[in-house]
């Protein structure tokens, strides 16, 4: 797979965060409960910061490496919170649907840092990140 390749496939991963993101901003339990809100506001963070690197492979991926474990800590959480709130099969399927996401995008990541390394002119996305 190429670069871009890696890309498009997170860009289609974070297409289902972003579904779940509104099932949960939306739903009536968000209302009463704000903590289930974090996954929400993390998944926002994530899709606007990557949307913007889209046609940048390395940029997108060193975004992507300084945002995966907030992504990660709030699915996670909201795992531990959901059930709290409600124990309706969308809250979870909507855990599920953000876990298998998470590991998605890790795997994608993974795939895609090795690819970089591959390429004599680039180094990986996470070293890219001693100039910020």
């Known amino acids: 797979m190429a670069l871009p390749d890696v890309v498009k496939k997170c860009d289609e991963v974070m297409t289902h965060a972003w579904m779940v993101r509104t099932f949960v901003k939306h739903s009536e339990e968000a209302e009463d409960a704000v903590e289930l809100l974090e996954l929400p506001r993390v998944v926002f963070d994530v899709t606007r910061a990557l949307e913007t690197r889209l046609n940048d492979p390395v940029a997108y991926l060193r975004m992507l490496s300084k945002k ?23 809250f979870r399927m909507a855990s599920r649907s953000m876990t298998i996401c998470v590991g998605q995008l890790e795997s994608l990541l993974e795939e895609g840092n ?7 002119a680039h180094s990986t996305a996470d070293d890219l990140d001693s100039d910020d």
């Open 68 to 90: 995966i474990a907030k992504l990660r800590a709030a699915t996670a959480q909201f795992a531990i919170d959901a059930p709290k709130i409600s124990a309706h099969t969308n």
């Open 114 to 120: 090795a690819l970089l390394s591959a390429t004599p």
